[in-house]
């Protein structure tokens, strides 16, 4: 079979050369076997990057990230894991460019709350990603009469790993200070001083840490106790506070501050009044009309 088809290449390849002159006759340019995709712009292989980690099958089209806070709301829909696993280990430059868009692109909770959500915490991280993560979120008011043991800060979180962490999201649920609570807390700053210490500890583990952004439902109140406590510690370690869209907290909304959107100028000093000469002139007729009548 080998030689019949190289005897059939030998007479095409005969035919072609007695159909074209030698100066006409172009030979076949031989095609690169192979794509060189690291040649392509940075910006064209992120597209790549992100067709093939966020695109989900039918199978896995829902979101699995919970019902609370910014990483439940901004969350992406993912490929399935093998598709993921798939493109990690194409190459270790691949898995190196496609794990730092994967993992920074992503927010991360600090602890699980009790909505479901099938993306892991910062324990469940593996180390290796760790360093890669840019935005974690912090999510308080969930069991606020019994908080969970393992709402701990320790070194399995590895935090002081995360070196490219900018922002920290804290999501406000409720404030169990206020006093609608009265007789279901068990003080009422026992939750308050519960989460002042854990957002103390999680910034004294995050010296490269910039913002602390500040996020609730509308029940929670700016100048309650708890937002009070999280804001001074935010303060205290030097971090620049933000908020976010839920709350529309601005920075002047402090207390017994209105914001005025469009404010009336003030002159700086009123301008001096010139009378009319046909004004005065009636006002002098008037003024000798009445003199007379007197």
Known sequence: MASRAAKKAAKKAQAASEFYDGEDF???VSLPTSFRFFDLPSEIRLNIYH???FTPTKKTAKKNAGTVGASAKKAKL???????IALFLVSRRVHEEASHYFYS???FRVFYIQDFSRRPTLRGIPPCYRPLITTIEL???NSWTAPPKSW????KMGLPE???LHTLRVFVECDPSQPIFEGFRVSKEYYTEFSGRLIKEILDRLPAL???EFDAYPSVKRDGSLMTRLMKEARAANKKIIWGPERGWTDDDDVGYVHIEDPIPVPDSLPSYTPDPVDELENRIQELALGVRS
């Open 51 to 53: 067709f093939v980690l």
């Open 105 to 107: 692109s992503q927010i």
């Open 78 to 84: 993912v490929a399935p894991a093998t598709q993921r």
């Open 152 to 155: 701990a800060v320790d070194d």
């Open 162 to 164: 995360m070196t490219l």
């Open 139 to 141: 999510i308080l008011g």
């Open 26 to 28: 172009v030979e076949p």
């Open 210 to 212: 910039k913002f602390v």
